[in-house]
């Protein structure tokens, strides 16, 4: 079987992982912690990282910090990962949801200034599948309304705008390390922002807010969304081999684009001045082909595909029957994943080709016959 994702582990991770085993130092005070967030500093170039336990604590942490409070309106994308929305109605504040644009299937930003009130405080930003949302439009909008950007850039460590690193264009930014994002802590997550005080505040809330120089004085509510020193070691060990790791997954996405390009499928699009992490290879199976029977000839071939994410307006959490997002939902619909692990090898991209040309063949047979 190949899977859609398998974490290259083949670096220092192990021996760094010993060593922070066998320092003692298990908890989330250690060396490996303090060296995981300067080496993303200077990797991203954003002046501060906060190292958390996980990417959805990242964005909790990153609104609360932004002060959102009950009432307050934060404009986000419906097709996109439920932690982004989540993470919103955990503070008290309300989502509202924004349709996509049909060539990135990002944040449609003349959709989102038409959903501007004055109760809205913040647009989040979710640059899925390594594409990156239009921050010059969405910059020049939030500046102009006085709102306030949160990027979640979990799918795009490594992706850049104009050069520039994500997670640098907002107030803050939130990335993820789960075991199948493109670099991995087995758990893990990160909050960046160029603001200094509110990094400060970052640090005290993700540690109960405890006032650094007064231990157990709790200055405001806190939460515990530390990270291990153990999580952080792997977390160094894969930062050090980023650059080809992102290289191989680069690689990957250019085959499977020069592979299908007569085979009616539309990958997601990434304009000139946008670098994708190409975190999972992403496309829409062409008009008329059953996604689910694609999906199942794929496994039956001995591949393993994700369907993209359903729209979180048509899920019972964040249900609303009277909202119709047309580009969203068509994605929701026919997007799939596939694998886009940096040990894949050209052979086995061109199998996955093979097959995925095979099945949409078979597909337009049966609709010829039909
Ligand atoms: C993975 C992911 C998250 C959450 O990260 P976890 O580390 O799994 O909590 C949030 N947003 C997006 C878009 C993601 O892909």
């Not at 942490?61 to 932690?83: K, M, N, Q, R």
């Not at 160029?194 to 709790?218: C, F, M």
Request: charged share 20%; net charge negative.
């Amino acid at each position: 079987m190949i899977y859609v994702y398998q974490p290259d582990l083949s670096g220092r991770e192990r021996e760094y992982l010993l060593d922070a085993f066998d320092s003692s130092w298990i908890s989330s005070k250690g060396e490996y912690v303090d060296r995981f967030a300067k080496n993303f500093e200077s990797y991203t170039g954003i002046k501060h990282a906060t190292v958390v336990s996980n990417g959805t604590v990242a964005l909790h942490l990153a609104l609360h910090c932004l002060g959102l409070a009950p009432g307050d309106e934060v404009i986000v994308p419906s097709f996109t990962y439920i932690a982004s929305v989540n993470t919103i109605v955990q503070t008290g504040a309300v989502p509202v949801f924004a349709d996509s644009n049909a060539h990135d299937w990002l944040l449609d930003v003349g959709h989102v200034e038409s959903l501007i009130t004055d109760r809205t405080r913040a647009i989040m930003a979710v640059h899925l599948y390594g594409a990156i949302c239009d921050m010059d439009s969405l910059c020049a909008l939030a500046e102009r309304y006085g709102l306030k950007i949160i990027e979640d850039c979990a799918e795009a460590l490594g992706s850049t705008y104009r050069g520039r690193h994500v997670g640098s264009f907002g107030a803050v930014g939130t990335f993820s390390f789960f075991g199948n994002k493109t670099v991995t802590t087995g758990e893990g997550g990160m909050v960046t922002t160029n603001d200094a005080a509110l990094a400060e505040r970052l640090t005290i809330v993700k540690g109960q807010g405890q006032d650094p120089s007064r231990r157990y004085w709790h200055s405001e509510l806190g939460f515990n969304y530390r990270m291990t020193n153990l999580a952080a070691s792997i977390g160094v060990a894969q930062l050090e081999r980023i650059d080809s790791i992102l290289a191989r997954k680069r690689e990957i996405g250019c085959r499977y684009r020069v592979n299908l390009v007569n085979s009616g499928v539309r990958f997601q699009d990434v304009p000139d001045h946008v670098v994708s992490s190409d975190w999972l290879v992403s496309l829409l199976v062409p008009d008329g082909v059953d996604r689910e029977v694609m999906m199942a000839e794929m496994e039956g071939s001995g591949i393993e595909t994700r369907p993209v994410f359903y729209c979180a307006h048509q899920m019972p959490p964040h249900f609303r029957a009277d909202l119709s997002l047309p580009v969203a939902q068509d994605i929701a619909q026919r997007g799939i994943s596939l694998p886009s692990y940096p040990g894949l090898d050209d052979d086995q991209v061109d199998f996955i080709c093979d097959a995925m040309m095979n099945i949409l063949q078979k597909a337009k047979r049966r609709s010829v016959a039909a």
